[in-house]
């Protein structure tokens, strides 16, 4: 049987990941600190597993009790904005847990390593962003996706270990941690409108985004290790129409059938206009369709309702902070 790891297997593209592999006959064992996800989510077919990427030690252990085929690098504190804060913590969980990862998967001998990158690390290049453009990430987070980026390619150059390359963006759907106040804006939307409080944006909700339904993206992660043209690879995925902030407002309101008022706070720093192609990945896994925004939406804001309203809790770990939006140190729930 092949035998597969997905570290933030808890999480929310993890824990689909985890259910696509499970069809797909594979043997899965993940290995979560719960930070930000959940144990619940976790398919009970799977071998869980609490721990970090951190822990080498951990690692080894595990690498060596279950001599993986593959392994599915999810586990991330992904917050694009919160990382210029948390540098070190984001440096440590995003880049040197990859790291740690990366060492065990030559030193076993899997046979491909996938990773989930992100379109941070385009930072403000044109729209629509290209796989062949050369990065420029803008925040820390960035920075480190596109590190470990760059050490799987020299790592295959060196040891021959085979990697696949994703980039997904804003990707939203069932599973979604409703109560992380940093990142994915239609958790945070749905949550805000359950509790009955206004909508938080910031700016004018002129940025633009593609979001991009989890049913669109993880079967192609979980597959990505049987087509062989898609090894040492790079790829974005996720939806292709973007959209404002200030319509995806308008539209989650209608998706979970509540209305709310807009607050619009101080403009933060960040890219306002990020978009790809997916033109490569189309190709390549042989895309034809997608689930448009508003079918998308339906099916988490039902799945949101029955999961209800989640407490969302100030960051613990702040480093830094000078110019932090003052909404993220309220300690709201």
């Keep these: 049987m092949i035998k597969s790891l997905v570290t933030g297997g808890a999480g929310f593209i993890g824990a689909h990941l985890t259910n696509e592999l499970i069809k797909e006959g594979h043997q899965v ?10 144990e619940e989510n976790v398919n009970p077919q799977a071998t869980f597993i609490k721990g970090s990427i951190t822990d080498h030690q951990l ?8 001599k993986f085929d593959y392994v599915y690098h999810l ?12 540098k070190r913590f984001n440096y440590n969980n995003n880049l040197i847990g990859s790291v740690n990862l990366i060492n065990e998967s030559v030193k076993h001998k899997v046979k491909c390593f996938v990773f989930t990158s992100s ?6 290049l044109p729209p629509p962003m290209q796989e062949n453009m050369n990065p420029a990430p803008e925040d820390p987070y960035g920075i480190a996706k596109y ?29 979604q941690n409703l109560g992380d106040r940093y990142r994915n804006v239609v958790g945070i939307f749905m949550n805000q409108l359950m509790q009955g409080k206004s909508l938080t944006i910031f700016g004018d909700g002129s940025q633009t985004r593609a979001f991009s339904y989890i049913g669109d993206v ?10 062989s043209k898609a090894y040492n690879q790079i790829f974005n995925i996720g939806a292709d129409q973007n959209y404002t902030v200030k319509d995806l407002a308008t539209s989650v309101m209608n998706s979970i059938g509540l209305k709310g008022e807009i607050r619009y706070l101080d403009a933060r720093q960040e890219t306002l206009h990020a978009y790809a192609s997916h033109q490569k990945a189309k190709e390549v896994f042989s895309i034809t369709s997608s689930t448009s925004l508003n079918e998308g939406l339906k099916r988490m804001a039902d799945w ?21 939006p003052p909404l993220w140190l309220e300690n709201i729930e």
């Design 119 to 124: 379109i941070a690390v385009y930072g403000t």
């Design 147 to 175: 590190a470990v980026e760059q050490e799987l390619k020299v790592t295959h150059e060196m040891f021959g270990l085979n990697y696949v390359i994703f980039r997904p963006h804003n990707v939203y759907g069932e599973y």
């Design 218 to 227: 993880a079967p192609y992660i979980a597959k990505s290790v049987e087509i």
């Design 29 to 38: 064992v993940v290995l979560d600190d719960l930070s930000g996800g959940f």
């Design 75 to 86: 586990a991330a504190y992904a917050a694009e904005g919160l990382s210029h804060f948390i």
């Design 304 to 324: 949101a309702k029955k999961t209800g309203i989640k407490k969302s809790k100030k960051f613990e770990g702040i480093e830094i902070t000078e110019k932090l």
């Design 59 to 66: 690692l080894e252990k595990i690498f060596n009790q279950y």
